[in-house]
């Protein structure tokens, strides 16, 4: 500031703003993005929990939540996705270290048990389905099909996710895309663990209570 | 690609990943879901307190995987991080609790039969 007063300024050589490059920290500004962007993927969930909240309890003489909801395949379901969370950060641990294989083989740990949770659901709506009880059937079964399907299309996407990364990282390497790349799944990843916590609480054990 | 430029594996979110807060992290969040099952399976508690306690458990488990799984904190890589986190907090209360709130004085205004 002082070392300007004084001087004449001319308007076309007129500074407004710090122009200077300062080396712009492309990873960081990525997943700061990507994790602006889980906050409103996590709004969209809070939404769907508030319709569970005033639904959840219209049965139209339908099935009620405690005759359908087992709250002990929810538990197995529980620790398949905090496993597969754990074997992600593995790999990220691997990442770390630069290890190739490392981050590769953990990757694959942390597929395995996602796709075991993806299956236990498919196997679980598949069950409901037969026996007649659908998304139509009532209020809650609406609000109920919706909330945990979301939750395991997140889970597809994720297992998607991993295996484009994992074709990605035996082409390119750890370059600086392939990274941020990791560091945005992993956020994503450990993010659908969070999400379930509060679909094992708020709709399996509240269910059969 | 310059000679002068860091390895991305360098990078303080890459450098920050560790092992023993994930397995810390994957422990305590699997110990506090199976308490949360076993309250409910025992049925100890009347109905309304067992929900009050699994959902405090809940809140526990989200928090304590934001802290060592999202590494939430106030360094100078997540400071951002944390508080777009905290600052969604207002916003999960407005949404969650104002539409539950609507809807229940809808119900008790309206009296629909078969809603109770």
Not at chain 1, 89 to 116: D, E, T
Not at chain 1, 125 to 145: D, M, W
Not at chain 2, 76 to 81: D, F, I, K, S
């Amino acid at each position: 500031m002082s070392s300007n007063t004084g001087e004449s300024i001319a308007p076309d050589a007129t500074v407004l703003w710090d122009t200077g490059h300062h080396g712009h920290d492309m990873i960081s500004t990525r997943t700061f993005g990507f994790w602006l962007y889980m906050l409103s993927d996590a709004m969209i969930f809070a939404a769907l929990f508030t319709a569970y909240a005033v639904l959840g309890h219209n049965y139209a003489g339908g099935p009620t939540a405690a005759q359908i909801l087992r709250p002990g395949d929810a538990l197995a379901e529980t620790m398949l996705v905090f496993t597969s969370v754990l074997a992600f950060g593995f790999s990220m641990s691997a990442l770390k270290r630069g290890h190739r294989a490392g981050v590769l083989n953990w990757i694959a740990v942390a597929f395995v048990l996602g796709a075991a949770f993806v299956g236990m659901e498919v196997h679980e709506f598949a069950n409901l389905a037969s026996r007649g009880i659908v998304p139509e059937r009532s209020g809650f079964l609406s609000a109920y099909y919706t909330i945990v399907l979301t939750h395991g299309l997140h889970m597809v996407f994720g297992l998607l996710w991993m295996a484009v990364m994992a074709v990605q990282v035996l082409r390119e390497g750890f370059t600086d895309d392939i990274v941020y790349r990791l560091l945005n799944l992993r956020i994503f990843w450990h993010f659908q663990a969070i999400i379930w916590v509060c679909v094992f609480t708020f709709i399996y054990l509240q269910g059969s209570l | 690609m310059s000679h002068d430029r860091p390895s991305p594996l360098d990078h303080p979110e890459v450098q920050m990943a560790s092992s023993s807060r994930y397995v810390v992290g994957f422990l305590v969040s699997a110990a506090l879901m199976a308490l949360s099952f076993f309250i409910v399976r025992q049925r100890g508690l009347p109905a309304l307190d067992a929900q009050v306690v699994i959902a405090v458990i809940a809140m526990a488990a989200v928090l304590i995987q934001s802290y060592l799984l999202f590494h939430l904190n106030f360094s100078e890589t997540q400071r951002w991080h944390t508080a777009a986190f905290v600052l969604t907090i207002p916003l999960f209360i407005l949404l969650v609790g104002l539409s539950m709130w609507m809807f229940h004085a809808l119900a008790a205004r309206t009296m629909i039969p078969g809603m109770h």
